[in-house]
């Protein structure tokens, strides 16, 4: 997967490349923590029957593009369904934006670092990790 997180002083920072650049026609996407409303990290069981992809790709193991999921719009990015960063967003192109990050517990202290107003939850088996 070409999908690359960089969290800024201000915003969060979705570099995409390669194919999954071209199957969703996105090279970035910017997200200022001012638009975050929750994090949540831990497993986003893909809703087959219910989601409208837009563009990009879907297969039992990747999942990248911009997808309607009851009237609500996400991005989504990722091979592993059980390690995922999903970001609930207001005023924003996206209602959602779901990635999976190998080192989701640094990326969720920078973003709190850098804006403490941001609501965090977690699977119950997760709380004593992050």
């Known amino acids: 997967m070409s999908f690359q997180v960089v969290a800024g ?3 969060l920072r979705l570099n995409i490349s390669g194919w999954t650049a071209a199957l ?4 970035e996407i910017k997200i200022p923590y001012t638009s975050i409303e929750e994090i949540r990290v831990g497993k986003f069981p893909f809703p087959w ?15 990248a593009g911009i997808f309607m ?9 990722y091979h592993n369904q059980n390690e995922v960063v999903m970001l609930q967003l207001k005023g924003c192109e996206f209602d959602h934006v779901v990635f999976e990050s190998s080192n989701y ?15 965090i939850s977690q699977n119950e ?4 990790e992050i």
């Open 9 to 11: 002083d201000r915003e």
């Open 125 to 128: 088996e997760e709380e004593d």
């Open 69 to 77: 999921i009851k009237d609500e719009k996400y991005f989504l990015a």
């Open 105 to 119: 517990k640094q990326l969720v202290h920078e973003m709190r670092k850098n804006c403490p107003s941001i609501n």
């Open 49 to 63: 029957t219910a989601a409208i992809k837009r563009t990009g790709i879907t297969t039992s193991g990747y999942k």
């Open 24 to 27: 969703t026609l996105r090279k």
